[in-house]
């Protein structure tokens, strides 16, 4: 199937980009007091002042039964007495499944470690989302669902004892081998189910279907507070905070080298500020997403209103993410002030989208941005992204601006790559300069790209695919070649 033609919205958009482009400098100061806007909108609950320990309700360190149920219980009691904290205190607490409720804080102290079981019986069948496709599947290690106000904090860790589900992935560098199960069959059994239309209530999976659960998941939640801990090794997305609102994440250390192990996924979120974290991840440190494919449009669910700042990524593929199940659309987020230094960051940026998935991502501003090393490129806008142009829907990428990014050592600048019938809107990259670069960018469908004052190598560059070291190669593509 050939992907649709631009709409004549769209083809417009493109070609007035080019020519109001003067204007577009005042524009991006007004932009920026929309991030403030978010910052101001989005607020952290707050609880009542009562506590119940965990220890009070029949916890024993070593004991997964009596913890399981201890943190259950104390959780029905803060819920039903109004909202409170829920504390678990210094030492090593192994549980099954977590249900939070509204109006519950789980703070875990400092030198508290909660340890996930890998039994999978231990984690009940629940409505869900994986992937950005809804089902019936495990549930996450920790859950809420249509809950109001509802954290975790604290100075503690969260396990997820990832390494005992990672072979399920099917990676043998994560111990899988010939003979072992993995969740190939059952992830493309319930992508095909999406693309049928098949009910939710019957995309049924767990025993035999090894599809891993995510870490930490509030689903249709309003009000939520993620502050200081330490999620580490999750079986598959770390923090997943899904059709939610209002969301909060700060000062959390994410760690796990797995696969799929992104660090924060907000999906279909409306207003989320995610400040002063450190993401050190296996896949994506922050993924933006909306559905994938037929489920994303079913749902229609955008993902909007982020705010992304002061943070600091280490390994992972992408630093900050947009893609690629982004079929319901990503539009105003905001990224300034953070640092990605890793020879394991495969990029800094990177929008990923196809004609599979389409969706329109818009609206995306990012400002002083500090990279020291990435492996690829710092910049990647790319439809190629798996099935490509394979697909009847068009992914649309506009008004994008990239203010004063330094870059130490990056491979290449950037990789902008869109479809024939699916050009890269508005690109700006202002007031940037990028060092150690090697390689030739390579722009194909981007004719909206502009260059402010951008230097590559201590030089100006004015056409990122004839800039180049000393020791680069010679070009990659030309600007709108394939």
């Not at 509030?218 to 999620?231: A, H, I, M, P, R």
Request: hydrophobic share 40%; with cysteine; proline share 5%.
């Amino acid at each position: 199937m050939k992907v649709q033609n631009l709409s004549r919205r769209d083809l417009l958009a493109t070609a007035a980009a080019l020519v109001v482009a003067p204007t577009l400098a005042k524009a991006a100061s007004d932009d920026w007091s929309r991030a403030a806007a978010i910052r101001r909108s989005v607020r952290a609950p707050s609880f009542p002042s009562r506590i119940w320990d965990i220890v009070s309700f029949g916890a024993v360190e070593g004991d997964v039964d009596a913890t399981s149920a201890a943190i259950a219980r104390a959780i029905q009691a803060c819920a039903t007495a109004g909202g409170g904290r829920v504390l678990v205190p210094q030492g090593r607490w192994p549980t099954g499944a977590i249900r939070l409720r509204s109006r519950v804080e789980l703070h875990l102290a400092a030198g508290a470690t909660l340890v996930f079981s890998t039994d999978p019986a231990r984690y009940a069948i629940v409505a869900t989302r994986w992937e950005g496709v809804e089902l019936m599947n495990y549930a996450p290690l920790v859950f809420a669902d249509g809950e109001r106000d509802v954290a975790i904090t604290g100075r503690g860790t969260l396990d997820g004892q990832g390494k005992a589900w990672w072979s399920w992935s099917s990676g043998p560098q994560f111990g899988w081998r010939a003979g072992l199960p993995n969740q190939l069959k059952a992830r493309q059994a319930l992508f095909d189910m999406a693309e049928r239309g098949v009910p939710v209530a019957e995309r049924v999976f767990g025993e035999g279907d090894y599809l891993r659960p995510m870490m930490v998941q509030f689903q249709n939640c309003t009000n939520v507070l993620v502050e200081g801990v330490t999620l580490r090794d999750s079986p598959c997305w770390t923090l997943h905070p899904v059709l939610c609102r209002n969301v909060t994440v700060r000062d959390v250390t994410f760690i796990g080298h797995g696969p799929n192990t992104d660090g924060c996924d907000p999906e279909s979120v409306d207003g989320m500020v995610i400040e002063r974290c450190t993401f050190d991840c296996g896949d994506d440190c922050i993924a933006i997403k909306s559905g994938r494919n037929a489920d994303g449009r079913r749902l229609a669910k955008p993902t909007r209103n982020i705010l992304i700042q002061d943070c600091v990524m280490k390994d992972g593929h992408g630093g900050v993410v947009i893609g690629s199940e982004v079929s319901g659309g990503v539009d105003n987020v905001f990224v300034q002030r953070c640092h990605m230094d890793s020879d394991q960051l495969w990029y800094a940026l990177r929008f990923k989208n196809n004609a599979m998935r389409g969706g329109v991502i818009q609206d995306i501003y990012a400002r002083d941005i500090t990279v020291g090393r990435v492996s690829r490129a710092a910049i990647l806008c790319d439809f190629n992204y798996e099935e490509g142009a394979r697909g009847g829907f068009t992914p649309v990428l506009r008004r994008v601006r990239i203010e004063r990014m330094r870059a130490r050592a990056a491979a290449q600048v950037a990789d902008l790559q869109g479809l024939p019938n699916a050009a890269l809107g508005e690109i700006v990259i202002s007031d940037c300069r990028f060092d150690g670069v090697t390689k030739p960018s390579v722009v194909a469908y981007a004719p909206a790209l502009r260059l402010e004052r951008v230097t590559v190598n201590g030089q100006r560059a004015t056409d990122l695919t004839s800039t180049q070291s000393k020791s680069a190669t010679p070009s990659l593509a030309a600007p709108g070649s394939p």
